[in-house]
């Protein structure tokens, strides 16, 4: 799925603001705590705070980043070093959902981490 047709899909989501929806990474961007291939499920109701990870909607479409706030701005930033040139500011408004379980490629109960 292409970034145009994951925006879309954002947008026309049959999915009320209270279902889950998941997510497979697709890069190294956020290792090592989210590995290429994990599955994350993400909660568009779920409050954000200072560190979360949220999936936020920028001009180039979805893209999955944690959450830095610092005297009331908002910031989404790689958790890989070789990507943290890619941080930038963005709207409360842009943030489409917040992280709240991730899972192994292998489904594996033991794999799964939750963020609260």
Do not use: W
């Amino acid at each position: 799925m292409n970034d145009d047709e994951m925006k879309q899909m954002f947008e026309e989501s049959s999915c009320g603001g209270s279902e889950p929806v998941a997510l497979q990474v697709m890069d190294d961007s956020m290792e090592p705590e989210f590995k290429k291939g994990n599955i994350i499920i993400l909660d568009r109701s779920a409050a954000v705070s200072h560190e979360c990870y949220v999936v936020a909607i920028v001009e180039n479409g979805p893209i999955f980043r944690q959450l830095v706030i610092e005297e009331s701005r908002y910031y989404i930033q790689p958790l890989n070093e070789a990507y943290l040139h890619e941080k930038r500011e963005i709207t409360f408004d842009a943030i489409h959902a917040r992280v709240v379980q991730q899972a192994g490629p292998t489904g594996k109960r033991k794999d799964r981490k939750h963020y609260l």
